[in-house]
């Protein structure tokens, strides 16, 4: 079964720390995302990679940043977390050409306190 | 500006009670319209794609349907396990990423 694994599934961080949130999806597809999920907001795009070492801002990339060393995987990090930031993260991929649905990881929520 | 919105915000059936949501979406140039289904904490399923005006798609008691403005997810006799927020999305002509809509809250009761 394909799958889009995200590491944590819950996280507290303090304002101010440096965190990581990390996804790995099996699947050998190009594209990867990074989305946030706020009640009344949607879904969000902060930042995509069409391939490796690729990276595009999406409609909020402010306070993000995002690596992709190998095609495999695609890390969101947040700089300095501040408690606006507080949400649920989900990271999805889909293949290059085709018009798939995405395949959506099963969501980080992230509480910055 | 690429726009997709949603109705009704929340939706209440009895169960076998059938409906429908809406999606309706203004956009530069539709690639695809998708349909997703959320349960609370988890990650969207993907359920179906339409790609242009007339199309249908169906799975089990749900039915897609395109026209060029908007697309509706009729739930027919539905049941408690059909609860969940349905999301769509449009593909946009531009790029592989989509833009989503707020969601419908769908509570089926027994």
Known sequence: ???????SRYLVKRTGEKVFLECVQDMDHENMFWYRQDPGLGLRLIYFSYDVKMKEKGDIPEGYSVSREK?????LILESASTNQTS??????????ANYGYTFGSGTRLTVV | EDQVTQSPEAL???EGES???NCSYTV??????????????KGPEFLF?????????EKERLKATLTKKESFLHITAPKPEDSATYLCAVQINYGQNFVFGPG???SVLP
């Open chain 1, 1 to 7: 079964d394909v799958k889009v694994t995200q590491s």
């Open chain 1, 71 to 75: 095609k495999e995987r695609f890390s």
């Open chain 1, 88 to 97: 649920m993260y989900l990271c999805a991929s889909i293949p290059g050409q």
């Open chain 2, 12 to 14: 209440r059936l009895q």
């Open chain 2, 19 to 21: 409906s429908s949501l």
């Open chain 2, 28 to 41: 530069s140039g539709l690639r695809g319209l998708f349909w997703y289904r959320q349960d609370p904490g």
């Open chain 2, 49 to 57: 794609t339409l790609y242009s005006a007339g199309e249908e798609k």
């Open chain 2, 104 to 106: 419908t809250r769908l």
